[in-house]
Protein backbone atom coordinates (compact mmCIF):
# COMPACT_ATOMS: atom_id res chain seq x y z
CA UNK A 1 0.00 0.00 0.00
CA UNK A 2 2.95 2.58 0.88
CA UNK A 3 3.91 2.96 -2.86
CA UNK A 4 0.00 3.79 -3.38
CA UNK A 5 -0.75 6.07 -0.38
CA UNK A 6 -1.00 9.62 -0.53
CA UNK A 7 -0.61 11.17 2.90
CA UNK A 8 -0.85 15.13 2.61
CA UNK A 9 -1.60 17.83 0.39
CA UNK A 10 2.26 18.86 -0.07
CA UNK A 11 2.63 15.40 -1.53
CA UNK A 12 0.13 15.82 -3.88
CA UNK A 13 1.01 19.29 -5.34
CA UNK A 14 4.78 17.90 -6.14
CA UNK A 15 2.79 14.84 -7.86
CA UNK A 16 0.48 16.29 -10.61
CA UNK A 17 3.61 18.32 -11.76
CA UNK A 18 4.41 14.37 -13.30
CA UNK A 19 1.56 14.09 -15.10
CA UNK A 20 -0.89 15.63 -17.97
CA UNK A 21 -4.47 16.00 -15.56
CA UNK A 22 -5.18 15.33 -12.09
CA UNK A 23 -8.54 13.62 -11.51
CA UNK A 24 -9.80 12.69 -8.10
CA UNK A 25 -12.70 10.57 -7.02
CA UNK A 26 -14.01 10.81 -3.79
CA UNK A 27 -15.74 7.92 -1.76
CA UNK A 28 -14.45 4.80 -4.27
CA UNK A 29 -16.00 1.82 -2.95
CA UNK A 30 -14.41 -1.37 -4.51
CA UNK A 31 -12.51 0.78 -7.01
CA UNK A 32 -14.11 -0.29 -10.38
CA UNK A 33 -14.61 3.32 -11.63
CA UNK A 34 -11.00 4.56 -10.52
CA UNK A 35 -9.05 1.13 -12.20
CA UNK A 36 -11.61 2.66 -15.11
CA UNK A 37 -10.48 6.15 -15.11
CA UNK A 38 -6.86 5.25 -14.32
CA UNK A 39 -6.61 2.97 -17.81
CA UNK A 40 -8.75 5.32 -19.77
CA UNK A 41 -6.22 7.84 -18.47
CA UNK A 42 -2.78 6.92 -18.26
CA UNK A 43 -1.22 9.93 -18.44
CA UNK A 44 -3.66 11.31 -15.51
CA UNK A 45 -2.55 10.80 -11.89
CA UNK A 46 -5.83 9.90 -10.69
CA UNK A 47 -6.24 10.60 -6.71
CA UNK A 48 -8.87 7.41 -5.05
CA UNK A 49 -9.94 8.95 -1.63
CA UNK A 50 -11.94 6.26 0.29
CA UNK A 51 -11.97 5.38 3.97
CA UNK A 52 -13.06 1.97 4.05
CA UNK A 53 -10.28 -0.39 4.40
CA UNK A 54 -12.49 -3.49 2.30
CA UNK A 55 -12.46 -0.99 -0.50
CA UNK A 56 -9.45 0.11 -0.33
CA UNK A 57 -8.29 -3.99 -0.22
CA UNK A 58 -10.02 -4.59 -3.17
CA UNK A 59 -8.80 -1.27 -5.24
CA UNK A 60 -5.36 -2.72 -4.46
CA UNK A 61 -6.25 -6.25 -5.71
CA UNK A 62 -7.19 -4.29 -9.09
CA UNK A 63 -3.98 -2.23 -9.15
CA UNK A 64 -1.62 -5.31 -8.88
CA UNK A 65 -3.95 -7.44 -11.12
CA UNK A 66 -4.15 -4.80 -13.93
CA UNK A 67 -0.37 -3.33 -13.77
CA UNK A 68 -1.92 0.26 -12.55
CA UNK A 69 0.64 2.99 -11.44
CA UNK A 70 -1.09 5.79 -12.15
CA UNK A 71 -3.01 6.05 -8.85
CA UNK A 72 -2.67 6.90 -5.54
CA UNK A 73 -4.92 6.39 -2.55
CA UNK A 74 -5.52 8.84 0.17
CA UNK A 75 -7.23 7.17 3.18
CA UNK A 76 -8.72 9.83 5.40
CA UNK A 77 -11.25 12.41 5.31
CA UNK A 78 -10.82 14.10 1.78
CA UNK A 79 -12.27 17.23 3.16
CA UNK A 80 -9.30 17.76 5.06
CA UNK A 81 -7.24 17.07 2.10
CA UNK A 82 -8.98 19.52 0.20
CA UNK A 83 -8.68 22.35 2.60
CA UNK A 84 -5.18 22.07 2.17
CA UNK A 85 -4.57 22.54 -1.32
CA UNK A 86 -3.01 25.71 -1.76
CA UNK A 87 -4.08 25.97 -5.10
CA UNK A 88 -6.46 24.67 -8.65
CA UNK A 89 -5.15 20.98 -8.89
CA UNK A 90 -7.63 19.06 -10.01
CA UNK A 91 -9.23 18.35 -13.76
CA UNK A 92 -12.07 16.01 -13.24
CA UNK A 93 -13.52 14.91 -10.14
CA UNK A 94 -16.05 11.87 -9.23
CA UNK A 95 -18.54 11.26 -6.78
CA UNK A 96 -20.17 8.25 -7.56
CA UNK A 97 -23.36 7.06 -5.28
CA UNK A 98 -21.78 9.28 -2.01
CA UNK A 99 -23.48 7.12 1.25
CA UNK A 100 -27.34 8.55 0.82
CA UNK A 101 -28.04 9.20 4.24
CA UNK A 102 -31.58 8.21 3.78
CA UNK A 103 -33.36 9.02 7.06
CA UNK A 104 -34.32 12.33 6.76
CA UNK A 105 -32.75 13.07 10.32
CA UNK A 106 -29.25 12.40 8.61
CA UNK A 107 -29.33 14.16 5.67
CA UNK A 108 -27.10 16.95 6.85
CA UNK A 109 -24.46 13.87 7.12
CA UNK A 110 -24.66 13.98 3.17
CA UNK A 111 -21.36 15.17 1.40
CA UNK A 112 -23.39 17.11 -1.35
CA UNK A 113 -23.78 20.85 0.36
CA UNK A 114 -23.22 24.27 -0.96
CA UNK A 115 -20.19 23.89 1.69
CA UNK A 116 -18.20 21.13 -0.22
CA UNK A 117 -19.05 22.67 -4.11
CA UNK A 118 -17.42 25.84 -2.74
CA UNK A 119 -14.26 23.84 -1.60
CA UNK A 120 -14.81 21.14 -4.74
CA UNK A 121 -14.86 24.90 -6.71
CA UNK A 122 -11.55 26.44 -5.25
CA UNK A 123 -9.32 23.19 -6.00
CA UNK A 124 -10.60 22.67 -9.66
CA UNK A 125 -8.49 24.19 -12.72
CA UNK A 126 -10.28 26.10 -15.41
CA UNK A 127 -12.53 24.00 -17.42
CA UNK A 128 -12.64 21.60 -14.21
CA UNK A 129 -15.92 19.19 -14.51
CA UNK A 130 -17.77 17.52 -11.08
CA UNK A 131 -18.99 14.03 -12.03
CA UNK A 132 -21.96 12.97 -9.38
CA UNK A 133 -24.17 10.33 -9.69
CA UNK A 134 -26.74 8.93 -7.01
CA UNK A 135 -29.32 6.12 -6.78
CA UNK A 136 -31.67 7.75 -4.62
CA UNK A 137 -34.38 9.98 -5.98
CA UNK A 138 -34.49 12.45 -3.01
CA UNK A 139 -30.80 13.27 -2.80
CA UNK A 140 -30.73 13.51 -6.76
CA UNK A 141 -33.28 16.46 -5.89
CA UNK A 142 -30.92 17.35 -3.02
CA UNK A 143 -28.18 17.64 -5.46
CA UNK A 144 -29.67 19.59 -7.78
CA UNK A 145 -30.40 22.40 -4.88
CA UNK A 146 -27.25 22.34 -3.77
CA UNK A 147 -26.01 22.98 -7.01
CA UNK A 148 -28.10 25.88 -7.85
CA UNK A 149 -27.08 27.21 -4.51
CA UNK A 150 -23.67 27.32 -6.51
CA UNK A 151 -24.21 28.44 -9.51
CA UNK A 152 -21.42 31.26 -9.00
CA UNK A 153 -19.36 28.75 -9.21
CA UNK A 154 -20.63 25.90 -11.67
CA UNK A 155 -22.87 25.40 -14.51
CA UNK A 156 -25.31 22.17 -13.69
CA UNK A 157 -26.97 20.02 -15.98
CA UNK A 158 -28.33 16.58 -15.72
CA UNK A 159 -26.52 13.66 -17.86
CA UNK A 160 -26.92 10.02 -18.99
CA UNK A 161 -24.95 7.75 -17.46
CA UNK A 162 -23.29 6.39 -20.60
CA UNK A 163 -20.04 5.24 -21.37
CA UNK A 164 -19.20 5.19 -17.39
CA UNK A 165 -18.74 1.54 -16.30
CA UNK A 166 -21.59 0.60 -13.63
CA UNK A 167 -20.30 0.20 -10.41
CA UNK A 168 -21.31 -3.06 -8.05
CA UNK A 169 -23.49 -0.43 -5.73
CA UNK A 170 -25.28 1.06 -9.00
CA UNK A 171 -26.10 -2.68 -10.17
CA UNK A 172 -27.65 -3.17 -7.13
CA UNK A 173 -29.40 -0.27 -7.24
CA UNK A 174 -30.48 -1.12 -10.89
CA UNK A 175 -31.49 -4.42 -9.16
CA UNK A 176 -33.71 -2.94 -7.05
CA UNK A 177 -35.53 -0.70 -9.57
CA UNK A 178 -33.67 2.31 -8.95
CA UNK A 179 -32.71 5.05 -11.62
CA UNK A 180 -29.06 6.42 -11.57
CA UNK A 181 -29.56 10.42 -11.32
CA UNK A 182 -26.10 11.78 -12.79
CA UNK A 183 -25.04 15.54 -12.82
CA UNK A 184 -22.07 16.82 -14.21
CA UNK A 185 -20.89 20.36 -12.99
CA UNK A 186 -18.68 22.52 -14.89
CA UNK A 187 -16.60 24.78 -12.81
CA UNK A 188 -16.84 29.17 -14.00
CA UNK A 189 -13.63 30.08 -13.84
CA UNK A 190 -12.54 33.77 -15.77
Not at 22 to 45: Q, R
Not at 113 to 134: C, M, P, Q
Amino acid sequence: MEHYHLSEANELSELVQDYEKSILEIGFGNGENTTYLAAKNPNALVVASEVYLSGIGSLLNSISQNSISNIKIYDDDVRELLLKIPNEIFDEIYIICPDPWPKARHHKRRIIKHDFLKVLANVLRKEGTVYISTDWENYADSIEEEAEKSKEDFLIKKISNEGMPITRFQQRAINEGRSIHTFLLKVLKK
